[in-house]
């Protein structure tokens, strides 16, 4: 049944597609705004305006796909951005935006002393709309805003977010354009930290990752290189390991990665542009509690903006000009969708 002769079975039509401002009470989550989305595939998602307009829960039939740290949803006030202070208030959510400045460990360059992983996921968006554009037979919901990352005496960076999901589509779209408002050249990194966890990530869950290259980040992921496509059972001892990978790309020059639970017939994709996103690092952190695959698309090295600059991967942008980078998460709800994924890659 199409949407228009849908709607004549309703009485709102927030019964077929919605997406409401809510905004959290208690504990440190008190004040975080919200934005709540449902549609007609059985998705759910929800956008935190508070924090970057970054993707904390979402779940498809009721079933969790993201990893929601022990920080839970955690206000922007209780950011600690030196060191490791990022880990105390890292939701991780299904989407965490790093940069836009740095990624990755923290460094130290020119002077600059730089935290964990930026704070453009800790920085609330200004300028915010949300809107249902019912554009014939295939209504969207419509979801944008600006996310500033700028300093007096320093650079100035904004990040201008859409995020778009569909009717019925399984399927959320983020386009981003990253501008630099300065009047000199500044440097600039980012990440998109995509967290999968329980129940789509069990020790029986697949990793597809096409990789043509792979290579450990640290000495100790050197040692369980050999299993990293592989989930296990959560170990209160775990130490988390990271690996660069190179991928295959499709006739499109796009490339995709994913977790499926074959149980559940369930899983979660991620597809983009390696042109752009121009490496790709995989999280694998399968400690008790702390359950968690990353795919994370970026667009140089995480090991700080001094060794960045070193390796030739830290990318720069001209007053007055941007960068654009798109990622599609996409919900998988059959082998046979994973199979065609992979297909692409053989």
């Keep these: 049944m199409k949407y228009k002769e849908e709607k004549r ?10 997406a409401n401002k809510i905004q959290m009470q208690e504990g440190k989550a008190a004040g975080v705004t919200m934005i709540d989305v449902h549609n007609r595939s059985g998705m759910h998602f929800d956008v935190n305006v508070s924090r970057g307009l970054d993707i904390t829960h979402l779940d498809f039939l009721g079933e969790n796909c993201s990893y929601i740290s022990p920080c839970g949803i955690t206000a922007p006030e209780y950011f600690d951005d030196k060191a490791l202070g990022f880990l105390k208030s890292f939701t991780a959510g299904f989407l965490t935006t790093c940069g836009l400045r740095t990624i990755g460990a923290p460094s130290v360059h020119d002077g600059d002393v730089y935290g964990l992983h930026g704070n453009i996921s800790h920085t609330p968006a200004e300028e915010m709309t949300c809107t249902i554009e019912e554009d014939g037979e295939t209504p969207y919901i419509l979801i944008k805003g600006k996310v500033k990352d700028a300093v007096i005496f320093g650079d100035k960076l904004v990040l ?10 399984r399927k959320i779209s983020i386009r981003d354009k990253v501008i630099n408002e300065g009047y000199k050249e500044a440097h600039h990194m ?4 995509c967290n999968i966890g329980y129940p789509i ?5 697949e990793i597809f990752i096409p990789s043509k ?17 592989k989930s296990q059972v959560p170990d209160p001892g775990y130490e988390e390991m990271c690996y660069y990978h190179k991928l295959k790309t499709d006739e499109r020059n796009m490339t995709a990665a994913a977790v499926f639970n074959h149980d559940l017939n369930m899983g979660a994709a991620i597809e983009f542009n390696p042109q752009t996103l121009d490496h790709f690092v995989q999280w694998k952190m399968m400690g008790a509690g702390d359950y968690v695959i990353g795919l994370e698309p970026c667009n140089g090295t995480i090991d700080g903006v001094a060794d960045a600059i070193e390796n030739g991967s830290m990318k720069y942008i001209k007053p007055g000009e941007c ?24």
Excluded at 325 to 338: G, K
């Design 9 to 18: 079975y309703v009485g709102h039509a927030g019964q077929l597609l919605r």
């Design 213 to 229: 290259e792979i290579k450990a980040r640290t000495s100790h992921a050197e040692e369980g290189i050999g299993d990293w496509m």
């Design 190 to 193: 980012i990440l998109y930290h």
């Design 160 to 169: 201008e977010r859409e995020i778009r999901c569909g009717y019925k589509e």
């Design 323 to 346: 960068a654009e980078y798109s990622i599609d998460v996409c919900l998988l709800n059959s082998r046979q969708e994973l199979e065609a994924i992979k297909q692409r890659f053989k």
């Design 201 to 205: 990530l069990t020790p029986d869950s």
